[in-house]
Nanobody, 124 residues
Framework: QVQLVESGGGSVQAGGSLRLSCVTS????????MGWFRQAPGKEREFAAA????????YYADSVKGRFTISRDNAKNTVYLQMNSLKPEDTAVYYC?????????????????WGQGTQVTVSS
């Protein structure tokens, strides 16, 4: 079992930055692929970014590519999402997720454990 706790959300103006953190406990995260998803009001949860177990491979949704950076520190059991050049359309609850499998990284089905989410609000 893995527990995930996100932090770092908040309210910023367009063009600003935020850094989300996801601290895990229960098992070392080096055994898991990690991902960040987001869900805006009235919309389905969507993929934002993912990182391989070693951190050597990263994946991004087209909507965040070039603005968001996912990273991990396995020694600290922590995953980060650096978000720059934020836009109002980035407003959502952001969820951290851990997956045991391999292959598809952009589907919610590929992840076994989820955090409770942290709110990000970007105003124009």
């Amino acid at each position: 079992q893995v527990q995930l706790v996100e932090s770092g959300g908040g309210s910023v103006q367009a063009g600003g930055s935020l850094r989300l953190s996801c601290v895990t406990s229960g098992r070392t995260i080096s055994n898991y692929r990690m991902g960040w998803f987001r869900q805006a009001p009235g919309k389905e949860r969507e993929f934002a970014a993912a990182i391989s177990r070693s951190g050597s491979n990263t994946y991004y949704a087209d909507s965040v590519k070039g603005r968001f950076t996912i990273s991990r520190d396995n020694a600290k059991n922590t995953v980060y999402l650096q978000m720059n050049s934020l836009k109002p359309e980035d407003t959502a609850v952001y969820y951290c997720a851990a997956g045991q499998g391999y292959g598809i990284y952009f589907s919610t089905q590929a992840y076994n454990y989820w955090g409770q989410g942290t709110q990000v609000t970007v105003s124009s």
